[in-house]
């Protein structure tokens, strides 16, 4: 899995410079990427291959948003294979059409595409994923990290789908990415 912030920058944003937690701060990169992801979608581009079943004339993929189609093959023996420019894509919601308005027969499909947001992360998801890491940081070893005395990372309240491990600025910087209904 890409990582949407380095390591140096988790060292800046925790205040930490000392290289002797490298393997655990590594760990709340892997699982800040992969709360965040959970939220927004794959940020970085890469290459998703599914299983979808058939639902008429239109599929729905998993992973969004979906950048290109690169194939749509039947996984059972006997089907044919759909050619991606006979389809439509919605690349936002991850809905595939096709074109000449015909059914998906002989599904499942096998579906091999490119999910992301670009090869760079935008700024706002990268400050929300430090703050996340920040944030879990803080309430493994409190105020005594160097951090002061006043703590505004009280995890008072749970949040419905992410307990109290996101706090509520990070998901407030994330709302622009927000996956459509439906999707996760």
Known sequence: MAQLVTLEQVR??????????SVELSLYIDAATEAVERFTGPVLNRAVTEKVAA????LALSQVPVVELASITPVLTGGSAVEV????LDG???VVTRLDGGQFYG????VTYTAGRGDTVPPT???ATLLLIHHLWRTKYGSARGQGSQDDF???EQIPGFGY???YRVLTLLEPYTQPPGIA
């Open 12 to 21: 800046t944003q925790i205040d930490d410079h000392s290289t002797d937690n």
């Open 55 to 58: 639902r008429g004339t239109r």
């Open 85 to 88: 420019a006979e389809l439509d």
């Open 92 to 94: 936002d919601t991850g």
């Open 107 to 110: 599904g499942p499909w096998r």
């Open 125 to 127: 998801i990268q400050l």
């Open 154 to 156: 009280s995890v008072s």
């Open 165 to 167: 491990a996101v706090p």
